[in-house]
């Protein structure tokens, strides 16, 4: 079975700064999806990003990105020039290409933007 | 597009009693699922549904969990009786399709807050 974990069950920065969330993954198949989900305290699981693990390219989306190394497992988001609405809970999860394509989540990590 | 809704928001019921969360997808999605968040377990897939029919619902912890989808625009997820370890915060998703060469990654309700005392 496929497993995400988050080791950083907490980070803080200030305002402007850059930070970035860690995970790494387990799994055998060498087809799948990798997401970035935020939670902030409304609740909402509001999708960032997300890679596809046969694409080399790193995803991009305005000031997010990820650092994805399919050979480590690895797959960081990194967070530039943050803002105070990014404070929320990041979750990293995993998606095979193949079966029943379930979304695995890791435990989450609590980012706080400080002003 | 109004998004996945869930309905209530929050719901304090006391131990015992039947507890029902609704969920309307977003309309063309195919696949629905239920999580439940929890600060120990995290996020957990309880059941999945594609084109209304129950998939799989390996992760419904016991048979006081229910769950139904008797159209493409509603399902619902039933606790009888309610216990107040069920005590959690439900997701609804859904997903125009889940196969090879997809990989969407699932639209999320607002959740239902659930809290059985």
């Known amino acids: 079975a496929q497993t995400v974990t988050q080791s950083q069950p907490e980070m803080s920065v200030q305002e402007a700064e850059t930070v970035t969330l860690s995970c790494t993954y387990d799994?055998?198949?060498?087809?799948?999806?990798l997401f970035w989900y935020k939670q902030p305290p409304s609740r909402q699981m509001i999708l960032v990003i997300r890679?596809?693990?046969?694409?080399?390219q790193n995803a991009t989306e305005n000031r997010f990105s990820v650092n994805f190394q399919k050979a480590a497992k690895s797959f960081s988001l990194k967070i530039s020039d943050s803002q105070l609405g990014d404070t929320a809970m990041y979750f990293c999860a995993f998606m095979n290409d193949q079966g029943a394509q379930k979304l695995v989540f890791g435990q989450g990590t609590r980012l706080t933007i400080n002003p | 597009d109004a998004g996945v809704i869930q309905s209530p928001r929050h719901e304090v019921t006391e131990m015992g009693q039947e507890v029902t969360l609704r969920c309307k997808p977003i309309s063309g999605h195919d696949y629905l699922f239920w999580y439940r968040q929890t600060m120990m377990r995290g996020l957990e897939l309880l059941i999945y549904f594609n084109n209304n029919v129950p998939i799989d619902d390996s992760g419904m912890p016991e048979d006081r969990f229910s769950a139904k989808m008797p159209n493409a625009s509603f399902s619902t997820l039933k606790i009888q009786p309610s216990e107040p370890r069920d005590s959690a915060v439900y997701f609804c998703?859904?997903?125009?399709?889940?196969?090879?060469?997809?990989?969407?990654?699932?639209?999320f309700g607002s959740g239902t807050r659930l809290t059985v005392v």
């Open positions: 799994t055998s198949e060498s087809n799948y999806y």
């Open positions: 998703a859904s997903s125009p399709y889940v196969g090879a060469g997809s990989g969407y990654g699932y639209t």
């Open positions: 890679q596809e693990a046969y694409k080399q």
